[in-house]
């Protein structure tokens, strides 16, 4: 069974940054799909970052493009979110998400296409 476990969450000031790392165990890590997602109080989960089982493809919502990097160790079972210049609306959960390529339909950026999830790790942007 994938079991996911994200760390690095925590206080930051605007302008601040975080990395975020999420561990991946129970299966070839390197045959899956990795996502972060993000969700604020009251607000639905919503797509952050994604990249495919090689690496060689990165995708990102408009609202963190140019400001955060997503990336994967393969070697190490880690996916990485390195966030950069960070804004207060930034604030949430965010969890890491895992589908297999084999077995992957539907869209990178839909929470519903994803198999996996972590427990989360709280980040907060505030002065």
């Known amino acids: 069974q994938v079991q996911l476990v994200e760390s690095g969450g925590g206080l930051v000031q605007p302008g601040g940054s975080l990395r975020l790392s999420c561990t991946f165990s129970g299966n070839t890590f390197s045959t899956y799909i990795m996502g972060w997602f993000r969700q604020a109080p009251g607000k639905e989960r919503e797509f952050v970052s994604a990249i495919i089982a090689t690496g060689d493809s990165t995708y990102y919502a408009d609202y963190v493009k140019g400001r955060f990097t997503i990336s994967r160790v393969n070697r190490r079972n880690t996916v990485y979110l390195q966030m950069n210049s960070l804004k207060p609306e930034d604030t949430a959960v965010y969890y890491c998400?895992?589908?297999?390529?084999?077995?992957?339909?539907?869209?990178?950026?839909?929470?519903?296409?994803?198999?996996?999830w972590g427990q989360g790790t709280q980040v907060t942007v505030s002065s």
């Open positions: 998400a895992a589908v297999s390529e084999r077995t992957f339909t539907g869209s990178i950026y839909y929470p519903t296409s994803y198999d996996y």
